[in-house]
């Protein structure tokens, strides 16, 4: 059996959604481990071009099975609208399953999260408004309700008329009005009926595909500067994007991850607030922002913009044990003279080689090496020998400071747009 994480390295929307759709053509179960709607992979392949928040971006592959697993958190609604528009496009969903232990991201959840991200003030995190943080709180907190609750109506009502006070308690504190448990819980009965044949416990196809020496991929949501442990807290998303959090999100066992491949983008975005050191304020960052399409694929806010962030990378790859790395939106440098790798940061007088607390990372400058462009298209190249000398060479020392095998370089956002190694 070979397991493969695809995670990003950066601060999300690393192209992780084009890497596991390339991958996923050879796979045979792909498995979304953490996160929920608050993520958007890009995909574009002959069925056309998608932004998928929840179902797996191996859903393409009809003979791979698409697994939403037991670590994401799952808003049936918006399950079912994803579901609908990617069969609309003629992509069967016969293969996807969610494994029964997802917890449901329910309408409350996500006025919490605005409520909250208001009463934040000047200091809000920018989240999705997903209700991602609420959702993962109650799961936390033990207030939750997993999916598989839908197949157990007397269950279900119990559960959700244990957690209603608890509830409107909450939206009562920002004069928001109380919950209508008659109502939720009627949308909850239809979202039953239509997603039931769909939620199962995934662990036992997960064994199979052990037993049957089968490829699983792990797809992953948002990166590492992001995550709840090890990101720019409180600046952070609220489950693990890192490799090692796969296993548990997924079902398998910690010693079963053969491959991680860490995406990286050949820049750095970010969207929502917190320390940016690399941010480019500038008519370079709009170049960037304008050429790259940096724009929210899950809320089409502007993404912020800037260089390639070595100290970010080396942490990364650090977490999480690259084995290799796939270099994304390389297409995007092609008409720059100069392209900058931020390889330190300056506090004061002190040099940082390490990512600091986030009260210091909000006052580091970084600091730069600079190499030459190389002023021509590469959208056209697909093997290494294609690209030009000077964009190798910025690739040697992505590859250098990631300290991980460059395995594939996208430069275009099409399946085929790759140059693989
Ligand atoms: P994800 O969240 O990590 O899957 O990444 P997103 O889908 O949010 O963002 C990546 C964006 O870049 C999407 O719009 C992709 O279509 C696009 N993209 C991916 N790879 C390439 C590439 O090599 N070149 C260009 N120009 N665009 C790319
Ligand atoms: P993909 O999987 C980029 C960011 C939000 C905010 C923080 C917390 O497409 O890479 P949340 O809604 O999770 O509570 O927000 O995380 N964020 C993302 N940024 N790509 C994503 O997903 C993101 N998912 C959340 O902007 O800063
Ligand atoms: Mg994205």
């Not at 999705?128 to 009502?157: E, F, M, N, S, V």
Request: aromatic content about 8%; proline content about 5%; hydrophobic content about 40%.
């Amino acid at each position: 059996m070979t397991v493969t994480a695809v995670v990003g390295a950066q601060w999300g929307d690393e192209g992780k959604g084009r890497v596991v759709d390339y991958l996923a053509q050879k796979a045979d179960m792909v498995i979304r481990f953490q996160g929920g709607d608050n993520a958007g992979h890009t995909v574009v392949n002959s069925y056309g071009l998608f932004k998928l928040h929840l179902i797996p971006s191996g859903i393409f592959n009809p003979n791979a099975q698409a697994i939403i697993g037991a670590g994401t958190v799952v808003n049936p609604g918006a399950l079912l609208d994803e579901m609908k528009l990617v069969t609309d496009a003629g992509v069967s969903v016969d293969n996807l399953w969610i494994d029964r232990r997802a917890h449901m991201v329910l309408p409350y959840h996500r006025e919490l999260d605005g409520l909250q991200e208001t009463a934040r003030g000047g200091r809000s995190i920018g989240t999705t408004k997903r209700g991602i943080g609420p959702c993962y709180a109650d799961k936390a907190a033990r207030h939750g309700l997993q999916i598989g609750d839908l197949q157990h109506p007397k269950w279900l009502r119990e559960r959700l008329e244990g957690v209603v006070g608890r509830i409107n308690f909450a939206l009562t504190q920002y004069d928001a009005p109380p919950l209508d448990l008659e109502a939720l819980y009627n949308q909850l009965m239809e979202w039953s009926e239509a997603l039931s044949p769909r939620i199962i416990d995934t662990l036992p196809r997960i064994q199979d595909a052990q037993r049957w020496d089968k490829e699983i991929l792990l797809e992953g949501q948002l990166g590492v500067m992001r995550d709840l442990d090890w990101g720019i807290y409180p600046y952070v998303t609220s489950s693990n994007p890192t490799a090692s959090a796969a296993c548990i999100g997924a079902g398998l066992p910690a010693t079963a991850l053969t491959r991680v491949i860490g995406v990286v983008k050949a820049y750095s975005t970010a969207v929502g607030a917190g320390p940016f050191p690399v941010e480019l304020l500038d008519a370079e960052g709009e170049k960037l922002r304008d050429v790259g399409q940096e724009f929210g694929a899950t809320t089409g806010r502007p993404r912020r913009c800037g260089w390639f962030d070595g100290v970010a990378i080396k942490y990364a790859a650090w977490l999480n044990g690259f084995t290799g790395i796939a270099v994304t939106k390389l297409d995007v440098l092609d008409d720059f003279d100069e392209i900058k790798i931020c390889v330190c940061y300056k506090y004061g007088d002190q040099l940082v080689n390490q990512i600091p607390e986030t009260a210091v990372l909000e006052q580091v400058e970084p600091v730069y090496e600079t190499w030459e462009g190389w002023k021509q298209t590469t959208r056209g190249a697909r093997k290494w020998e294609h690209l030009p000398k000077q964009a190798r060479l910025f690739l040697h020392r992505i590859s250098e400071l990631a300290g991980a095998p460059i395995q594939f370089i996208s430069v275009g956002p099409e399946r085929d747009e790759l140059v693989v190694r």
